[in-house]
């Protein structure tokens, strides 16, 4: 039974939450710790021990006749089944909402089952419904992580716009010691500013005031979405939040050719033009040229010389984003194919260290679009006609064989010398 409550927005945009199965509950619980405003949390799950734990205002049980409250025991077929036995339930708690989303760990029983049916009721209500799930680690076994890809396929149906954090990432971005409970709090990062940034985008009013129609134009049918965040203090701290927030190194995406962008940038009242003009610059120069970028900002005291980007990238041009969605991010080759090249937004260079890019300036340079991902960049290079890379020319048949008649006496000469010997 859903417990009902008033939304905070001053517009009358209502947006939900909804946290699926045990990941997504817990992902949910960290967000009502943090605080987040204008939102309203939901958590849906077959385990009725878990719901009674959960923070959340508003709880669902699913599926009381097929798993009696005690689970899916890591089975989508019963997570789905769960779901599609308390339907009425599901669209009666969607009930007037004009945006959600749905989060997840995919790879279990409820959250890999159900998700997709519950965001198939929110499509079919025509709410704008987003997607942020997880993909197991490695160590969790084949098992749950084909399950995890099976049930990303098919909650992808039913989505405006789909963010897939790997938790495999999270061992990559972090400290070795670092907890289980602050790695996924990492994680959570990343969905709590998403979801707060769109929330204040809609319902805050700011510097620049956006509404749920821009969001909309940017989010619906939009596919596989890209979420970063990313802040930083001192002299080049415009530089190095754009930076985070383009490659956000939890996901195997960037924004890279995307065509929609929600951009939010956040500071304190001391925030420069400088600093606002460098970082919107450096999100348009990765975005497609014609790119739809909606922009807003607004300020934050307590933020002091702290600058925040939000990044939420839709509509992307290659199907790039779809192939590594369902895998490892793909191997740089050590040869790569020529591709034309990506000039980079400023005078400079970034490194990586511990997962943040630092600003070093230098001369003009050139970044392959296969390193922009990781943040791996190419060293400066002089401005002089880049050299065709050998493995890139081949020959017709027709041009084999064709040599002046220099080097044909010469190789006779050659073939001649051989046979006397």
Do not use: W
Not at 55 to 75: C, D, H, M, P, Y
Not at 183 to 205: C, K, M, T, W, Y
Not at 316 to 337: D, V, W
Not at 352 to 362: K, V
Request: charged content about 20%.
């Amino acid at each position: 039974m859903a417990i009902d409550q008033q939304s905070n927005s001053t517009c009358g945009v209502r947006i939900k939450v909804i946290g699926v199965g045990g990941g997504g509950g817990n992902a949910v619980n960290r967000m009502i710790s943090a605080d987040i405003r204008g939102v309203e949390f939901v958590t849906v799950n077959t385990d009725i021990q878990a719901l009674i734990t959960s923070s959340a205002s508003q709880k669902l049980i699913i599926g009381e006749k097929v798993t009696r409250g005690f689970g899916a025991g890591a089975n989508p077929e019963n997570g789905k089944r769960s779901a599609e036995e308390s339907i009425e339930d599901i669209k009666k708690m969607l009930a007037d909402t004009d945006m959600v989303f749905i989060t997840t760990g995919m790879g279990g029983g409820t959250g890999t089952g159900a998700t997709p049916v519950i965001a198939q009721a929110a499509h079919e209500m025509g709410i704008l419904t987003v997607g942020i799930v997880t993909k197991p680690f490695n160590f969790e076994g084949r098992r749950r992580m084909i399950q995890a890809e099976e049930g990303i396929k098919n909650l992808k149906q039913y989505v405006d716009s789909l963010i897939i954090i790997p938790n495999e990432r999270l061992k990559q971005v972090s400290d070795t010691r670092i907890t289980m409970t602050n790695a996924f709090e990492v994680a959570d990062d990343v969905l709590r500013r998403g979801v707060q940034s769109v929330s204040d985008l809609i319902n805050v009013p700011g510097y620049i005031n956006l509404d749920f129609a821009d969001v909309t134009s940017v989010m619906k049918n939009a596919g596989y979405a890209h979420m970063g965040v990313g802040s930083a203090q001192g002299t080049d701290k415009a530089q190095l939040a754009a930076m985070a927030a383009i490659s956000s190194p939890l996901l195997e995406t960037s924004i890279a050719g995307a065509t929609g962008i929600l951009l939010n940038v956040t500071g304190d009242p001391n925030l420069t033009l400088e600093d606002v003009d460098i970082a919107c610059a450096m999100v348009a120069d990765e975005a497609h040229p014609d790119a739809n970028i909606i922009f807003g900002a607004s300020f934050d005291p307590t933020l002091e010389d702290e600058m925040r980007i939000t990044i939420i990238a839709t509509g992307f041009e290659t199907a790039k984003h779809a192939e590594t969605a369902f895998g490892e991010r793909p191997a740089i080759p050590s040869k790569p194919t020529p591709m034309p090249p990506h000039t980079n937004f400023t005078s400079g260079t970034y490194s990586a260290a511990n997962g943040m890019q630092t600003f070093i300036p230098e001369a003009p340079q050139t970044i392959h679009p296969a390193m922009r991902s990781t943040a791996a960049f190419t060293t400066p290079v002089a401005e002089t006609a880049p050299a065709a890379p050998a493995e890139s020319v081949v020959k017709e048949p027709e041009e084999i064989g064709q040599v002046s008649d220099d080097d044909f006496g010469l190789i006779m000469d050659i073939l001649n010398r051989s046979k006397k010997k």
